[in-house]
């Protein structure tokens, strides 16, 4: 039975961190909103934002080496790792803001105190860290990096990992001791919980969108199925946000916005190596990054870290990437080939004929063994047991491919916003730095598809109680960094 539209002035769809993220700002902006958000399964954050599902990390270009791309003349650019930098900072200032409000819980509850460190070995990339650590440190961003080349001070940052080196090896570490482990599945949990709490605030669990159509007002009419009843409903919607995850590009498509000719999806699927066993998880804590495999895409950068997932302590290793078909871990086979359409299909050709090499990597790496997986591990922890380690299937991740500006198809490994021109959909593409970024970018969503709100004083005012550093740069004001940061480090208890 068909029931009667239901008019709302925003509808999210997924529930990720990314829709929590602007759900909780748009609420502090106006708390009259009306919002309804959509989640296909039967409960929140249990996708790309579940704990297992991704790397914990909060990406701040510490310790990510994919970050600071090598040139062919050796050259380093570190622009992408100041703009990632300066990105989570905004994050932790709208985190400490819910935090001090009561918003969110203590923050021990989604993001503790955890090293970023980097960690090579071979004179080639040991002389690359200490060059990044040069240009890094030099910048007020990342000031407080530590370098070392020296094996007894490189145990004491990082014992597993040191345990038993061959003799006249050379490596080489960097450390950060503010960087963070991030569970945003918890966090993501306790935002919509507040959002529940709520006036003007819906929360529909295990409901599809079947579509979208652009009505002659200009609002979104968007077909939903209740998948506990088969009921249809209906919204309409002033503004739609598609938040999720690799779901987004299908739904994308299904809004026949011009902005979206041309996109398409390259999936890649993870698996981590997992270690519970108390006496081991006790000797690290730390995030220990290397330099990814020739070949690799950015996501398979191996590290071995610290995480803490619905408060219980573990080691991971990984991400172990794979080929894959699915858009969503819990999603079908034919996702790949249902998102080829006309207009998408010549650059996704393009990219699939480009990048062979990646395509291999990725089948190759899902045909390893656990004996290949933990032999990997040991560039790591040297002394590591197949037999204190589990492997656990990560989240899948959607790539972006789009026209290069010759209309060929290129591969992007970083996130997007596609919004329409007339500012009533965005949607947001891609992974990697992902959710760290989640407040920096629902600000972009805000500033494109609410900007005549936005600019207001009373918004403008809000914004700069929400994110003090709104509106002014970090990566060019020192001064208003060690402000910002010195109170972040307190009220998320992140100081050492």
């Not at 040069?134 to 490189?154: G, N, P, T, V």
């Not at 995030?287 to 619905?310: C, E, F, Q, W």
């Not at 589990?390 to 290069?404: S, T």
């Not at 500033?447 to 918004?459: A, Y």
Request: with cysteine; aromatic share 8%; glycine share 8%.
């Amino acid at each position: 039975m068909l029931m009667t539209a239901k008019n709302v002035d925003v509808l999210l769809v997924g529930g990720g961190v990314m829709s929590a993220t602007l759900g909780m700002l748009l609420k502090q902006l106006d708390p009259a909103m009306t919002i309804t958000l959509v989640e296909r399964l039967d409960h929140v954050a249990h996708e790309s934002t579940d704990g297992w599902n991704n790397a914990g990390t909060g990406h701040a270009g510490y310790c990510e080496l994919n970050y600071t791309p090598e040139d062919q003349d050796g050259s380093i650019s570190i622009n992408r790792a100041l703009d990632i930098n300066a990105s989570f900072e905004v994050t932790l200032q709208f985190w400490s803001y819910l935090v001090e409000q009561g918003l969110l819980p203590a923050p021990s509850s989604f993001i503790n105190t955890t090293a970023h460190q980097s960690f090579v070995w071979g004179d080639k990339d040991v002389e690359y860290l200490r060059k990044r650590h040069k240009l890094l440190s030099a910048h007020h961003l990342f000031a407080e990096m530590q370098f070392s080349d020296k094996a007894e001070e490189i145990s004491q940052w990082m014992p597993l990992v040191m345990q038993e080196r061959e003799s006249g090896q050379t490596f080489a570490a960097t450390r950060v001791e503010h960087g963070s482990d991030v569970d945003f599945g918890s966090l993501t949990r306790s935002m919509i919980s507040h959002l529940k709490d709520t006036e003007n605030f819906d929360l529909l669990l295990k409901h599809s969108v079947q579509s979208l159509k652009k009505s002659k007002r200009g609002h979104w009419r968007v077909e939903l199925e209740d998948e506990n009843t088969g009921e249809e409903k209906t919204l309409n919607a002033k503004f739609v946000f598609l938040g999720a995850g690799g779901g987004s590009l299908p739904l994308l498509q299904k809004s026949h916005i011009d902005e979206s000719q041309g996109y398409g999806g390259f999936p890649v699927s993870g698996q981590w190596l997992v270690c519970r066993k108390p006496e081991i998880v006790k000797q690290h804590s730390s995030k220990v990054y290397g330099k990814a495999p020739v070949g690799a895409p950015p996501m398979s950068v191996p590290h071995l870290d610290t995480r803490i997932i619905n408060g219980e302590p573990a080691l991971l290793f990984g991400p172990f990437a794979g080929f894959t078909t699915k858009f969503l871990k819990k999603g079908s086979v034919f996702d790949l080939f249902s998102s080829v359409k006309r207009y998408n299909v010549a650059p996704m050709m393009a990219v699939g004929r480009d990048n062979m090499d990646l395509t291999r990597y990725l089948i190759a790496e899902s045909f390893q063994s656990h004996e290949d997986r933990v032999e990997s591990l040991r560039n790591f922890f040297p002394q590591a047991s197949q037999a204190d380690w589990k492997l656990q299937d990560a989240g899948m991740r959607v790539q972006i491919i789009k026209k290069d500006a010759k209309g060929h198809g290129k591969l992007e490994f970083g996130t997007e916003i596609v919004a329409a021109k007339d500012g009533t959909l965005a949607a947001l593409l891609g992974a990697s730095p992902g959710a760290s970024t989640a407040v920096q970018a629902m600000i972009n969503v805000l500033e494109r598809c609410f900007k005549d709100r936005l600019v207001s004083p009373e918004w403008q005012a809000r914004m700069k109680e929400l994110v003090p550093s709104y509106g002014q740069s970090l990566i060019n004001d020192a001064d208003l960094l060690k402000q910002v940061r010195n109170r972040t480090l307190s009220t998320l208890q992140l100081k050492r």
